[in-house]
């Protein structure tokens, strides 16, 4: 579980995060949305520990970060994986090199051993013959999925992304949703998700955080996200013609 | 004040480099491509420059000889010296700064816009020592390529000289061996490790610190180049006051 407590993060003169507090549970895919510039990314880098905040506090399981010493928060990074919006798979190794890469840095497992798992959780991700590939060589859709791979593969507790499904077509980013909400729930992970695609919060928005100009403007879940009066969420999430008529059809629907 | 604050940052990170090390058995594998990419993969190059440049300052060394007082083996001696003491010590690293410095500049850049040196430090991997170290204990070898530019050097002048007509090889040899200070070597090799830290150092602070994209990280090379040639001719200066001054 992650707790926030009224987190402040500023950058010169302007102030990003301005007093955050929420907590993310474990096996729920928890989403940040909001627009851009709104925090998400600073507030996201703040729980992955590369951005130090101001103010406030953020507990791992009850222990506050900035409490830790050097190697517990070393210990306890090795517990954390991240999708990057962009992958950011190492271009020098190949696709299993790089699902690898986490187990050749933190276990004792021997090649064999690094080699069985890293098949496993890319069978998982359902890339079963893309090892040898290079991630020049790999789709979009691919590429993020071996991302997926590579943060799950030691086991996280935390397992945090930031927009994977930027750059991916409508079905691939559903495929991309579902794999993360299934891999959430059968390693009962704390799933972190920086968003602000529409599809995945009706799909896999079992917590959701709204920030607005670097404060928690709304928070609930995709079924409460249909009820909500709170106009800044409505513009933000309705802004297209399409979700306001199933907004519209909704609320005809209840009536 | 940015100036200072470069510096400082600087020597942070030389410091940060050697702190929370890196698996040895991963290490060991980075060491060994970065001996391959930074040493192995320069020799060429040097080799090339080195024969031609001794040629050339032979040659130019004969031809400014016009006093018959003046012997015949001082081409040889000449040419020695030049390459020895300044060619290939200094001007093969400011030739390794364009092309090692660019190299290591572009690809911890590339690392740090595509958000990979990011991921390290997520998996709490400290990312300096993963990317830099490496490449200090592999340029740690760099004083036997420039053994090579010297020895090449000094072969390229003889060649020249000999088969261009402009001395005997009896002459060159001979210059080659007169006055032979054994110190000048350790000087030349001491010039060469100091050399090696920053050309390993200074082109990896403007990668791993850049902002920005693309654009950004062809910039950062080329600012890189620019400071690890200049830190190199200022340190050769001082370098040159205190062992031989």
């Known amino acids: 579980m992650i707790e926030v407590n009224n987190l402040h993060k500023s950058f010169g003169d302007i102030h990003v995060l301005k007093g955050i507090t929420t907590s993310f549970l474990p096996g729920q895919t928890n989403l940040i949305i909001g627009q851009s510039g709104s925090g998400k990314t600073v507030f996201l880098k703040c729980l992955l520990g590369l951005i130090e905040p101001e103010e406030g506090t953020i507990s791992f399981n009850d222990a506050i970060y900035s409490e830790l010493s050097v190697n517990e928060k070393r210990d306890l990074r090795s517990k954390m994986g991240m999708v990057f919006q962009g992958s950011a798979l190492f271009d020098s190794m190949n696709i299993q090199e790089n699902v690898m890469f986490p187990l050749r840095m933190f276990t004792k497992m021997t090649l064999s051993e690094m080699q069985d798992r890293s098949n496993e959780v890319l069978k998982r991700v359902n890339l079963p013959d893309a090892h040898k590939k290079k991630p020049s060589e790999a789709s979009g859709g691919m590429q993020k999925r071996v991302a997926i791979a590579r943060a799950i593969v030691n086991n996280p507790k935390y397992l945090f992304c930031d927009e994977p499904n930027s750059g991916l077509d409508p079905r691939t980013a559903i495929v991309i949703d579902n794999l993360i909400r299934e891999i959430t729930d059968e390693y009962n992970i704390t799933t972190v998700i920086n968003s602000h695609d529409m599809n995945s919060v009706m799909e896999i928005g079992e917590k959701i955080v709204f920030l607005k100009d670097g404060v928690k403007e709304w928070e609930g879940s995709k079924k409460t996200i249909f009820k909500t009066d709170n106009q800044a969420v409505t513009n933000f999430v309705y802004s297209s013609e399409l979700f306001k008529k199933v907004r519209q059809m909704y609320i005809e629907e209840r009536n | ?245």
């Not at chain 2, 050697?18 to 491509?33: D, Q």
């Not at chain 2, 020799?43 to 004969?62: D, E, H, K, P, Y």
């Not at chain 2, 602070?205 to 994209?213: A, D």
């Open chain 2, 1 to 245: 004040m940015k100036y200072l604050q470069n510096i400082g940052a600087y020597f942070i990170m030389i410091k940060d480099m050697f702190r929370r090390p890196t698996k040895w058995s991963v290490m060991k594998t980075l060491i060994l491509k970065d001996i391959d990419d930074l040493i192995l993969g320069s020799l060429g190059i040097v080799a090339f420059i080195s024969f031609f440049v001794g040629g050339v300052v032979a040659i130019q060394t004969s031809l400014n000889i016009s006093n018959p007082l003046i012997p015949k083996n001082l081409i040889g001696f000449a040419t020695r010296q030049s390459v020895i003491l300044e060619f290939a010590p200094t001007f093969v690293s400011i030739i390794m700064a364009g092309k090692v410095g660019s190299f290591i500049t572009s690809s911890i850049g590339t690392m740090r816009v595509t958000e990979q040196i990011d991921a390290l430090e997520v998996m709490g991997i400290n990312a300096l020592n993963y990317l830099v170290f490496p490449k200090f204990i592999a340029l740690l070898f760099y004083p036997f390529v420039i053994a090579i530019a010297m020895f090449l050097g000094v072969f390229g002048g003889y060649i020249a000289c000999v088969y261009g007509g402009y001395s005997s090889s009896a002459d060159f040899i001979d210059g080659v061996q007169l006055d032979f200070i054994e110190f000048h070597i350790v000087y030349a090799f001491l010039k060469t490790l100091v050399f090696a830290f920053v050309l390993a150092t200074i082109p990896s602070f403007h990668g791993f610190f850049m902002k920005g994209g693309a654009l950004e990280v062809g910039k950062a090379s080329t600012t890189a180049f620019v400071w690890t040639s200049v830190v190199i001719i200022i340190l050769n200066y001082f370098l040159t006051s205190l062992l031989l001054g």
